[in-house]
């Protein structure tokens, strides 16, 4: 539901602020006219810093690749914490802001311009901290993925490996675990 919210939010917020800037300035237009940071009225008809220019078609494929990707990934992935969830909408909100622009108008409407960093928007500045948690959520919880496995049953065989002597694999000798050796074995319950 997280994801959800954060998804409408964001395309909201994008569609919104998009259509304001249309509204307000001519393509070109900057306020202020120089500084830092400017609200500056452009078109891209490509992809990010206006790589693939003219090509629609392609764009919008690809969001639709990009979108059931991104979905396919929240469906499997076994991570469930509120970052991934709030990161996933953004993605997705992000990414379905700029695909209906490119549907509707056949180009994206950027705004935001940064020193001498290419012109972007809300969506693409969605994507890419979306992106920042995503990435953040699965190195953070990389270690913690792969915990240490524990011995279950009787009689399970353990090599007995000395890094001294050099063993290789096959002058590896099994090892039964026994019950007493293994910490808090539960008592058999079909005795």
Do not use: C
Not at 74 to 91: A, C, D, E, K
């Amino acid at each position: 539901m997280i994801s959800l919210v954060i998804m409408i939010a964001t395309l909201m917020a994008d569609q919104v602020t998009k259509a304001l800037i249309v509204l307000t300035l001519s393509p070109g237009q900057s306020v202020p006219n120089s500084g830092l940071f400017r609200l500056t009225y452009v078109t891209n008809s490509g992809s990010a810093f206006g790589l693939f220019p003219n090509q629609t078609l392609f764009l919008i494929l690809a969001s639709f690749v990009g979108i059931g990707v991104l979905l396919l990934f929240y469906r499997t992935h076994p991570v469930s914490s509120t970052i991934l969830r709030l990161s996933l909408g953004l993605q997705l909100g992000g990414a379905i802001g700029n695909l209906v622009d490119r549907a509707r108008l056949g180009y994206v409407v950027d705004f935001i311009d940064v020193g001498a960093w290419p012109v972007f928007n809300l969506a693409d500045s969605a994507i890419v901290v979306g992106l920042i948690g995503l990435l953040w959520t699965l190195m953070s919880t990389k270690d913690s993925s792969h915990p240490e496995p524990e011995p279950t049953e009787e009689g399970m065989l353990l090599p007995v490996v000395s890094v001294d002597e050099g063993l290789l694999a096959s002058e590896m000798e099994p090892t039964s675990v026994s019950d007493n050796v293994v910490p808090g074995k539960r008592e058999d319950q079909w005795e």
